[in-house]
Nanobody, 127 residues
Framework: QVQLAESGGDSVQAGGSLRLSCAVS??????????LGWFRQAPGDERGEFGR????????????YYQDSMKGRFTISKDAAKNTLYLQMNSLKPEDTAMYYC??????????????WGQGTQVTVSS
């Protein structure tokens, strides 16, 4: 059982920065079978996990992939010694307002294999 716990969400002004953290249980963060990622869900979206937009993912070899709209502003990294996944967000915009989720899945088969989710952390960006 993989357990994930996000923290770091806050309310910020447009143009500001935030760093989100995700505590990852056990050896998942070093297990090459697992991909880790950040997703977000806009306010009012009630489609559950299928309404979550991918921000970016990191595979078992450490390669990081971003959605085009996030490139250059968001950075995903991990610290295996601290069992923590990070999302550094810069130049935040009001449209970045969302609940942000940390997730893990085997073999990068998002939404196909069992996907593990944290409880989410809220980011609100005001103009």
């Amino acid at each position: 059982q993989v357990q994930l716990a996000e923290s770091g969400g806050d309310s910020v002004q447009a143009g500001g920065s935030l760093r989100l953290s995700c505590a990852v249980s056990g050896d998942t963060i070093t297990d090459s079978e697992f991909c880790l990622g950040w997703f977000r869900q806009a306010p009012g979206d009630e489609r559950g996990e299928f309404g979550r937009e991918e921000v970016g993912t990191i595979d078992g070899a450490g390669r990081v992939y971003y959605q085009d709209s996030m490139k250059g502003r968001f950075t995903i990294s991990k610290d295996a010694a601290k069992n923590t996944l990070y999302l550094q967000m810069n130049s935040l915009k009001p449209e970045d307002t969302a609940m942000y989720y940390c997730a893990a899945v085997r073999s990068c088969l998002w939404f196909v294999s069992r996907t593990y989710w944290g409880q989410g952390t809220q980011v609100t960006v005001s103009s």
